[in-house]
């Protein structure tokens, strides 16, 4: 009987890695977490007691920190009985500007995924995007690479080579992209789809360049700045209509850059 007692304490007690999501206000002194976990995809815990001035776990706690957790499961959530921060991505809560990417980055993660099991190329993904947040790279070439590398791995993957109606080969000259179709279109078939967007030739090559490349390959691209915003425009376009809504964190990111270029 003893050891069924410990082994069903084994069971009720997990180890996880996480990244924190966010965070909001839960009762008088708790907190309940958004986190996603190598382990178990995205998951719901509270943490009890987290906003007591002498908590432990508080300073580990906080929105993209990537941090080892003991969870124990509790009739609905996950409570979190320990919290130890691997790395708390510093910069990203120093620079308001480096805030707002690592707050898009985290949404757009959050708005394409449930609480639906493990993912590890995910969180591989949102953990090493954060951390080159932080590094010299330039946001713009993370941003990019993150967008299409989660669009693979949420199966949303956009066709880029061939054209998604008549499914002739692209050819090198300024194109169309349909979010509704899923890729690109060649002139004589954009013309023809309501809603096409066209898309230059220069922009399509660095997408397609970061849909194939590794990010080490990535990022020895020059992105210029017209291009980058084509690129960028182009991307929200797609995930409004994928996700039926527009995301939030595109206008911080654009308040964010007129204060920090005055």
Known sequence: ????????RRQRVLRAQAIVLRHRDWGEADRMLGLFTLEMGKVQAIAKGVRRPRSRKAGHLEPFTHVKLLLARGRNL????????????????EDMLLTTYASYVVELLDR????????????????????RLCSPDKPELVLRYYELRLLDLVGFRPQLY????????????????????????????????AGSKPVSLAALKYLRHFQRSSYDQ??????SA?????????????????????????????RARRETDN
């Not at 394409?112 to 951390?131: D, I, Q, S, V």
């Open 78 to 93: 996950a409570i979190i009985t320990q919290a130890e921060a691997i790395d708390q991505f510093t910069p990203l809560r």
């Open 162 to 193: 061939t054209c998604v109606r008549c499914e002739a080969e692209i050819q090198a000259q300024d194109q169309f992209f349909s979010a509704q179709e899923g890729g690109v279109l060649c002139p004589n078939c954009g013309a023809r789809v």
């Open 226 to 254: 017209p291009i980058n915003k084509e690129m960028e425009r182009l991307m929200q376009h797609y995930f409004t209509y994928l996700l039926e809504r527009s995301l939030n964190t595109p206008e911080f990111i654009r």
């Open 112 to 131: 394409f995924t449930y609480e639906e099991g493990e993912n590890r190329g995910l969180f591989r993904l949102l953990r090493n995007t954060l951390a």
């Open 1 to 8: 009987m003893h050891l069924q007692d410990r082994s069903q």
């Open 218 to 223: 990535a990022t020895r691209a020059s992105l």
